[in-house]
């Protein structure tokens, strides 16, 4: 039976019964086959982890797939050709393995994926492995596609401060994570000229290397704190001053881990700023001059949220408490 004979309507839902073994390797058949396939497949939501090895899952979300591709197993295919390159795959009806082959090669798989699917969005993740070059250029093929991250994530290896600038300046247009766990030394400081989309950013490791200002457009920002390398009194003091007489979107700013005198730092910030209130033992209303409200809670982290972020997690707190 050929397939690509039978009409569109009829194929549109053929393709939904079939997984993404069976449509990967009905792109391989011809141009004709996949360009079927972008046709009349639905839209797909990928998550890609570039080490030595490129995983690829198709229909997984970012919350469950971290350690995926320890319990990835299925059939592996010898001397698969693609774009003119002969590669083995191993293959489970969700996704596809490249093991061990250079960075070229997993560019031409993921350029033969991003050909054979319609506008698909992308949770993608480097690992230790990825190197920074690797990295630019992977989000810059994506970006250049015009295609929707969903989350980036990268395990950043050594001092990569010529790269990790212009890496984040592809990620401008993320909209649910962006977490880097950097190395850099305390002299680099990454600023950025354009707005960030993403609604959360973490940092983990060393964040002295973050102006926090180019940051303010994102929902939430989590920050690991280093106790290496503190940041000045005069950085938190500006950032605070100027979120707090903003209309920026920023709704929580959070800092993990946090030394004794990290605290003392964004106290003294906080004690500049207005009237600090007790509310209970966990949470402090701090009150501005201009009649702005703000709220800090203390238990293991520090957490500052406007009025509006600290009324979502009261929201928050009341329906997870009545399950």
Known sequence: MDLLRIPFIVLIDVFKYMNFREKFFISLLSKRARNTLKLTAEIPEFSFKLSNDLYIHYHLTYAINAYLPYFFMGETVENCCIGGEEMRLNFNKNGVILQDEPFRKQMILANHLLDSFRKPTFSVDFLTQAEPAFVLEFMKMINKRKLSIKSFGYFVVGDSSEFIPR???????????????????????????????????????????????????????????????????????????????????????????????????????????????????????????NGSEFFIHRLHDIAIYSKQGYLEQLRWVVKYSAR
């Open 167 to 289: 890496i984040l300046d592809e990620c401008t247009e993320v909209t649910d994570y962006i977490t880097v766990y950097p190395r850099f030394s305390n002299d680099f400081v990454y600023t950025s000229d354009l707005p960030f989309k993403a609604n959360r950013l973490c940092v983990y490791g060393n964040c002295n290397w973050l102006n926090l200002e180019s940051f303010m457009s994102c929902r939430c920002i989590i920050l690991q704190a280093d106790p290496y390398s503190p940041r000045a009194r005069q950085s938190y003091t500006s950032f605070f001053t100027k979120w707090m007489d903003s209309d920026v979107r920023l709704e929580q700013i959070r800092l993990v881990r946090i030394g004794e005198s990290e605290n003392q730092l964004i106290t003294d910030a906080l004690n500049n700023e207005g009237t600090l209130r007790k509310i209970d033992k966990c949470w402090t209303e701090l009150k501005r001059s």
